[in-house]
């Protein structure tokens, strides 16, 4: 699996169809890092930020290989589950470079104190969130949508769901308490959060396989 994921990883990243999500995130982090003082709700931004490029880029990733070269890979890989997951895990870990980023910049640049356990929040709420991210593309991705219009369609209602909808897991939640809770509150809560995506992620996931499947 581990050389799978390689491969995918490197062959996404010789498209370069990467570039404009990437570039998307930096030109949205510049404008969060502007804001003076705690970075926490500059972590919350960038919540609500890598939720978006989690499922743009996971459907990057998903839709990489033309559907003949997908025949060729899931031949040699020994089957379509195995080869989903693979790409799923590559999107995560392009996210993960973006985590880094948006986790590392924000204390260099606030005029606020920053602690280890803010650090620590704001890194397992973005996690949280490009985990639901890559989950929600894996269904906005082929073959279970071949047209690209109407998986930005998708994916675009499902981001300003979780924004705007009151308790929406996980974005809408995590975003309100990076916002309002107090700092030594949040690991409990954010704990809870994660348990909870993890099951709606894993959902999202085998509804995902078992509709490639089918149309595979």
Not at 41 to 61: D, K, R
Not at 117 to 141: E, F, P, R
Request: proline letters at 6%; a positive charge.
């Amino acid at each position: 699996m581990t050389a799978l994921v390689r491969y995918i990883t490197v062959d996404s990243w010789r498209s370069f169809r990467w570039f404009a999500p990437v570039l998307v995130f930096f030109a949205a982090q510049a404008i969060f890092d502007a804001e003076p003082g705690s970075v926490l709700p500059t972590y919350a931004g960038s919540v609500a930020l890598l939720f978006f490029i989690a499922i743009w880029l996971t459907v990057v990733v998903s839709n990489s290989e033309d559907p003949v070269q997908v025949d060729v890979t899931t031949s040699a890989a020994g089957g379509h589950m195995r080869v989903r997951l693979a790409k799923l895990a590559a999107a995560y870990l392009y996210c993960t470079v973006l985590i880094v980023i948006a986790l590392t910049v924000p204390p260099l640049v606030s005029s606020a104190h920053t602690t280890p356990y803010q650090v620590a929040s704001g890194a397992a709420s973005q996690a949280i969130s490009v985990l639901a991210g890559v989950a929600v593309g894996s269904v906005c991705s082929r073959p279970i949508i071949n047209q690209t219009a109407f998986s930005v369609l998708l994916g675009v209602m499902v981001g300003l769901g979780e924004l705007i909808v009151p308790n929406a897991p996980p974005v809408y939640q995590l975003v309100k308490l990076l916002n309002e809770v107090k700092p030594h509150h949040l690991g409990f809560l954010i704990g809870a959060i994660a348990a909870e995506t993890v099951v709606l992620s894993t959902i999202f996931v085998g509804t995902s396989i078992r509709v490639a499947r089918l149309k595979n």
